[in-house]
């Protein structure tokens, strides 16, 4: 899970600093659709596997 963290947090920082130089999102929507459809469906999955993994994570004080 550490490994996961710090990856994801170094995915946020290059995707920040890319937005800086380049507008992505309207460089995505100059794609094609068949480039842009897995995009997209790459990013809802990932929340959703990323959402269904941090829920399974216990309240630090839910036993107190």
């Known amino acids: 899970p550490a490994q996961l963290d710090c990856a994801l947090i170094l995915f946020l ?3 920040h600093s ?3 130089r380049v507008n992505i ?3 995505l929507l100059r794609c094609p659709w068949w480039v842009r459809w ?4 790459a990013a809802v999955l990932s929340i959703a596997f990323l959402g269904v993994w941090l ?4 309240f630090i ?3 107190f």
């Open 13 to 15: 920082v290059a995707a």
């Open 18 to 20: 890319l937005q800086a």
């Open 25 to 27: 999102e309207e460089r």
């Open 38 to 41: 897995p995009v997209y469906q």
């Open 55 to 58: 829920v399974s994570r216990n």
């Open 61 to 63: 004080y839910f036993q």
